[in-house]
């Protein structure tokens, strides 16, 4: 059981947009730790895909946007694309655990 | 650019040790902190443990902390985990990345292909 909660699979269409979740509490994300969020391909090491909340690394697309609120953060993917398809996991830090969580990851599909 | 290659993976029985290695290069590994993360085959991911950039802390999850213990050489921008007492749920692939922020605000901006340990008889 991770400590960030994510679903387990999400879908869409080409084009659509897409928002993936990360729900945690009051010992990490709603003690003001900030999120980030990986990509990880198929047969891939992860990628750093947003880093601080919303702030995206140089090279990866506009199409990719974090937000923050309270005990939960969230990604957005717009104009889905086929190459998105991939494992997406959250990253904070609880100081109940006094370590670095992950959330268990989203499996994102686009149909 | 940023390169970060393990090495050392392997099978091992349960109650055996190993060590791994992260060769860096293309920036200045003495300037920054490192992860190690590891993933279990078809499982999510799993922080280990955190040096800073100079070797003066370091953290590990519980799930490892007196069996495991991360160290470096800047001499040889290496990273190392030396993994005692392994256990069947140690299976993993282990990834090391590059830290950036603070500890408690820390994320992974570069990662390595990863090496392959699998704990068995």
């Known amino acids: 059981q991770s400590v960030l909660t994510q679903p387990p699979s999400v879908s869409g269409a080409p084009g659509q947009r897409v928002t993936l979740s990360c729900t945690g509490s009051?010992?990490?994300?709603?003690?003001?730790?900030?999120v980030h969020w990986y990509q990880q391909l198929p047969g891939a090491a992860p990628k750093l895909l947003i880093y601080?909340?919303?702030n995206r690394p140089s090279g990866v697309p506009d199409r990719f946007s974090g937000s923050k609120s309270a005990t939960s953060a969230s990604l957005a993917i717009t104009g889905l694309q086929a190459e998105d398809e991939a494992d997406y996991y959250c990253?904070?830090?609880?100081?109940?655990?006094?370590?670095?969580?992950f959330g268990g990851g989203t499996k994102l599909t686009v149909l | 650019q940023v390169q970060l290659v393990e090495s050392g993976g392997g099978v091992v029985q349960p109650g055996r040790s190993l060590r791994l290695s992260c060769a860096a290069s293309?920036?200045?590994?003495?300037?920054?902190?490192m992860h190690w993360v590891r993933q279990a085959p078809g499982k999510g991911l799993e922080w280990v443990a955190l040096?800073?950039?100079?070797?003066?802390?370091?953290y590990y999850a519980d799930s490892v902390q007196g069996r495991f213990t991360i160290s470096r050489d800047s001499s040889r921008n290496t990273l190392y985990l030396q993994m005692n007492s392994l256990r069947a749920e140690d299976t993993a692939v282990y990834y090391c990345?590059?830290?950036?922020?603070?500890?408690?605000?820390?994320?992974?901006?570069?990662w390595g292909q990863g090496s392959l340990v699998t704990v068995s008889s």
């Open positions: 990345a590059r830290a950036r922020n603070t500890w408690t605000q820390t994320y992974l901006d570069y």
């Open positions: 293309g920036f200045t590994f003495s300037g920054y902190g």
């Open positions: 040096i800073r950039y100079d070797g003066s802390n370091k």
């Open positions: 009051s010992s990490n994300i709603g003690a003001g730790y900030d």
């Open positions: 601080a909340n919303s």
């Open positions: 990253q904070s830090y609880d100081s109940s655990l006094s370590g670095v969580v």
